[in-house]
Nanobody, 115 residues
Framework: QMRLVESGGGLVQAGGSLRLSCSASGTIFRINVMGWYRQALGKQRELVASITSGGSRNFADSVKDRFRISRDNAKNTAYLQMNSLKPEDTAVYYC?????????WGQGTQVTVSS
């Protein structure tokens, strides 16, 4: 079974930056897609960004000009660089990884952007 652990969340002022990391461990064969989702209080979980093993990226419209996603396949780690943060980016950010038909989630990391 694969386990995902996120790190890098915290409190930042509007306009600031944060970098989230997601490390996969356990039984790993080939991780196809790694991604980041977020869930704000009272709202549904939404996709923020994803990246395939080949490097193809997908972003939510609300973040595509501000966030970058990358991954190190050798380390089974994905990163989310968040720049020009806004109060509306405040949410719990979850890492997600797909391996075959199995989808795994991290425990989430809180990102709070103050105005």
């Amino acid at each position: 079974q694969m386990r995902l652990v996120e790190s890098g969340g915290g409190l930042v002022q509007a306009g600031g930056s944060l970098r989230l990391s997601c490390s996969a461990s356990g039984t790993i064969f080939r991780i196809n897609v790694m991604g980041w989702y977020r869930q704000a209080l009272g709202k549904q979980r939404e996709l923020v960004a994803s990246i395939t093993s080949g490097g193809s990226r997908n972003f939510a419209d609300s973040v595509k000009d501000r966030f970058r996603i990358s991954r190190d396949n050798a380390k089974n780690t994905a990163y989310l660089q968040m720049n020009s943060l806004k109060p509306e980016d405040t949410a719990v950010y979850y890492c997600n990884a797909n391996q075959g038909s199995v989808r795994s989630w991290g425990q989430g990391t809180q990102v709070t952007v103050s105005s």
